[in-house]
């Protein structure tokens, strides 16, 4: 015990250092919904560009409040999130600046972006159907065509309260206003195979082990399993990615995106940082090392991405939907989507 | 004893600031459509690891101490091991490998043409039967140290006038060690209720699991917190009823004489509770360890081994060990401050002491940030006012904030074990070291801790795993650059590809293991030179 008490002092001192240090030029403080290891490899490929050292801490949720209790004196200087609702969260939680940078604004197309520019997206992704190559012979489908009674009890999905499902709904809300999307989610709980469970990949694993005909998933996940991991290509192979549409719209996206801290300690180097992200090198990471759609026009997509054809995202502002959350959240309730 | 209830209702204070906006419109929702679901789902969650945890727990307990059968030198430290696992882990697993193109399907359906499907693990019966395997510890630990310490004098009494060992179980064994029981019943029931990794995964929508969506999706935080405490006021009532009911009997049980001999078993007998040991060790622990075990293998995570896991190892262990010995000095010092002072209002200090447990790990991490961070602006302003020198965040920028989240959420598991054990000690001891003048902090260092020991490394075992594998609190409020071995493997679940952390995980298990076996081992040398040297009280 006497050793652990001696490695947890020298713990402290080095982390109380350490946080006085980061006050100082050169640094720059990152809070991330993604996880650490995922964008590693970008954060250091920043460092080895600029010089600029930087420090990380991700969680799953909690952050906006985490900087809006630590105050004036929160080290945070850049938000990262994986979903739109978290970008709007920070902002109705007050720990955001405008960022004003007309890069940004040049690259960055208006619909994934604030119009008030506390937030800007930098990597897209889209909620699409992993479809059974054997069972479903169409290649191509919208979404309102997932609340019809063809697909009755063949469709998998994870819990309608996850972010990624939660955005979804809040588009179809967007598109068709509340009532109309009750009866569309009513339509699509009745096509489920099972009550929903598991995450993207289970939509897969679960067409794959014939229990249904459709799963609903993520881009990168299916990219991952059919490119990197051995044990779970057998699902990815089973399924083809279709890209739905919305009668006469385009592909529901997701946005991953970037704040500005409210008191930024180290404002200059947050945006060269937020500006470095959107830049050719790290966009070009984004598309290949996680698969993910780049903001910026022009960048060439993975390969197995690419292979799921041209995506046409759908025209409405992203902002939009972040609004229809809560709608979205409680009409899985009332239709007991999970139950 | 005031301040230490003080430290447990700061995250409580921090909650009730967040609850405290009204929130009519989510309620009328909340009431119509989530709570009524999200109840029954906890409730049979619930019951079903009671009833699972309970069994094998004080099954397993029973058996070791009462038996002497092949392989129980080994069983009795392979049986605490489960808890070194984080159950969402246990959970993933369990899916990988019985669903529908997992091994054990496609073997039947490859030999015997079933199609399995009732093994479905994404489901509320294996939900109860993943958490049942993982948390039976908590019961097991806690009815091995009650039983080790039952009177000799009685259990040969008992036999004397012809009660078999299953009488003998059922009327004396068992009643006595009731406070150990329910103590770590309590605690695995509250681990259940603590989870959100397993139960989404699984698709079972827990109350805890509303806390999150209310949080998150339905844009509710102030709804989320009442939630929360409404949880919380539930439990405290359970927790008091449940005191209550042991507290006016008394559990007095032990003496100086030497342990019961361990009974001789028929030779069916013996194999057979070698068998009922090794099936929660098996499912409990070594199928998932052993399928961690063949990850790290087949990723090669060996070979490409992460270097900053050293590190984040030392970090994990660090802030366990402090806060363990902080948690039991805290918690066997009320515990004990509770006994001599008989004073109601003590106790319900301790018992709102032991409330942290009661909350979700992020519920309790949110509820710690706004008074964390006032003493730490505090801290500040007197260092610059002293110094002229901002030096930030100390608590929150040191990992303090950390091992203070600890302390708050195991603190229960200390005043408990510490209860329990005390309880088995008559307080006619007590009096007699006072005739002969021992003063108290003699009686408790050469009485009670001595006696109290089994249960002492108990607690300290249960709070140290659990520290090793915390993870929502520790997600929240470590500071930058820091991880532990949890919020390493957490980051590649989170992706869904929690393969990809099995060597992290395994460390879990493995910082674990020296733990549990010395721990093991220090509870019975304890109990040996309590029960064979008699205390000299000081005169």
């Not at chain 2, 929508?205 to 006021?233: D, E, K």
């Not at chain 2, 359970?238 to 028929?266: I, K, N, Y």
Request: net charge positive.
């Amino acid at each position: 015990m006497k050793v652990s008490l001696r490695i947890a002092g020298t713990l402290v001192v080095t982390s109380l250092m350490a946080s006085a240090a980061f006050a100082q030029s050169g640094e720059v403080n990152v809070y991330t919904y993604r996880e650490t290891k995922l964008i590693q490899p970008l954060l250091e490929a920043f460092t080895g560009a600029t010089g600029i050292k930087v420090n990380v801490i991700s969680a799953s949720s909690g952050l906006e409040q985490r900087i809006k209790s630590e105050g004036t004196h929160s080290p945070a200087d850049v938000l990262l999130t994986v979903d739109i609702g978290r970008l709007e969260d920070a902002v109705q939680a007050g720990i955001s600046q405008p960022i004003s940078s007309p890069l940004l604004d040049q690259v960055i197309a208006p619909q994934f972006r604030d119009p008030e520019a506390h937030w800007y997206g930098v990597s897209l992704r889209a909620r699409v159907v992993y479809a059974s190559k054997d069972r479903v012979t169409q290649s191509a489908i919208t979404y309102e065509e997932l609340a019809e009674p063809k697909w009755r009890g063949k469709i998998c999905v994870r819990s309608g309260q996850h972010i990624y499902n939660n955005a979804l709904f809040a588009a179809v809300i967007t598109k068709y206003g509340v009532d109309k999307s009750e009866e569309w989610l009513r339509g699509l709980k009745a096509n489920l195979a099972q009550k929903p469970s598991g995450g993207d990949r289970e939509a897969a694993r679960d067409v794959a082990a014939g229990k249904c005909d459709l799963g609903i998933g993520n881009t990168y996940y299916w990219a991952l399993m059919h490119d990197r991991e051995a044990d779970k290509k057998a699902w990815a192979e089973a399924t083809k990615v279709i890209l739905p549409t919305f009668v006469g719209g385009g592909t529901h996206v997701n946005l991953s995106g970037v704040v500005l801290a409210k008191h930024a300690p180290n404002k200059a180097n947050a945006m060269k940082l937020i500006e470095w992200l959107v830049g050719e090198k790290a966009q070009h990471m984004y598309a290949d090392m996680n698969y993910e759609y780049p903001v910026r026009a022009g960048i060439a997509l993975n390969p197995t991405i690419a292979g799921y054809g041209p995506l046409t995202p759908d025209p409405m502002p992203i902002a939009k939907i972040a609004q229809n959350r809560k709608a979205a959240a409680n009409l899985v309730d009332k239709v007991g989507f999970d139950n | 004893m005031i301040a230490l209830a003080a430290l447990a209702l700061a995250p409580l204070g921090g909650l009730a600031r967040l609850a405290a906006h009204s929130d009519a419109e989510i309620w009328a929702h909340l009431a119509a459509y989530v709570l009524p679901p999200a109840l029954a789902n906890t409730l049979l969650l619930l019951g079903g690891v009671a009833a699972v945890t309970a069994v094998v727990g004080v099954g397993t307990a029973w058996i070791v101490t009462a038996f002497e059968f092949p392989g129980r030198a080994a069983l009795i430290w392979l049986l605490p091991l489960p808890l070194a696992l984080p159950t969402y882990i246990v959970a993933y697993v369990y899916v990988d490998i019985l669903d529908t193109l997992g091994p054990v399907q496609r073997a039947l359906r490859a030999t015997l043409g079933w199609s399995a499907e009732f093994l479905n693990v994404r489901s509320l019966g294996g939900a109860v039967l993943v958490m049942g395997f993982v948390l039976y510890p908590y019961v097991y630990l806690g009815a091995r140290a009650m039983f080790q310490t039952q009177s000799a004098a009685t259990v040969e009494m008992a036999r004397i006038f012809g009660a078999g060992k299953w009488r003998l179980a059922r009327d004396i064994t068992l009643p006595l060690a009731r406070p150990a029981i329910a103590a770590g019943l309590t605690l695995a029931l509250l681990e259940t209720l603590n989870d959100i990794g397993a139960s989404e995964y699984l698709g079972v929508h827990t109350l805890t699991l509303s806390i999150f969506t209310t949080w998150l999706n339905r844009g509710s935080l102030p709804g989320a917190a009442q939630i929360a405490c409404l949880m919380l006021v539930a439990v405290a009532a359970l927790l008091a009823v449940e005191r209550l009911g042991w507290r006016r009997r008394a559990f007095t049980g032990l003496d100086q004489q030497a342990r019961t001999p361990r009974a001789v078993l028929s030779r069916r007998g013996r194999w057979l509770a070698t068998a009922a040991c090794l099936v929660p060790v098996t499912f409990g622990f070594l199928v998932p360890a052993g399928f961690l075990a063949s990850e790290v293998v087949a990723r090669g995570l060996l070979v490409g081994f992460d270097s900053a896991l050293v590190r984040h190892a030392a970090t994990t262990v660090a802030l366990a060990a402090v806060a363990t010995t902080l948690t039991i000095a805290f918690g066997f010092g009320a515990a004990v401050a509770v006994r001599l002072v008989r004073d109601p209002l003590a106790a319900a200090c301790v018992a709102t002491a032991g409330l942290g447990y009661a909350l979700p790990g992020t519920v309790l991490a949110l509820g710690l940030l706004s008074p964390v961070i006032a003493v730490d602006e505090a801290v500040n302003a007197l260092v610059e006012r002293i110094a002229g020198r901002d030096v930030g965040l100390v608590i929150m920028g040191s990992g303090a904030a950390i091992v203070v989240a600890y302390v708050i959420r195991f603190l229960s598991i200390a005043i408990g074990f510490g209860q329990a054990g005390f309880a088995r000690i008559s307080h006619d001891l007590d009096d007699a070291a006072r005739t002969t003048g021992a003063r108290a902090a003699g009686m408790i260092w050469t009485i009670h801790l001595p006696l109290a020991r089994p249960a002492l490394w108990g607690a300290a075992l249960l709070v140290f795993v659990d520290c090793l594998k915390e993870l929502p609190a520790t997600l929240l409020l470590r500071p930058l650059n820091v991880e532990t071995l949890s919020t390493y493997v957490y980051q590649f679940a989170t992706r869904g590809s929690f393969e990809e952390g099995a060597l992290a995980a395994l460390l879990i298990v493995a910082v674990g293991i020296p733990a549990v076996m010395r721990m093991v081992r220090y509870a019975d040398d304890a109990l040996h030179v309590a029960v064979t040297s008699p205390p000299e009280p000081q005169r």
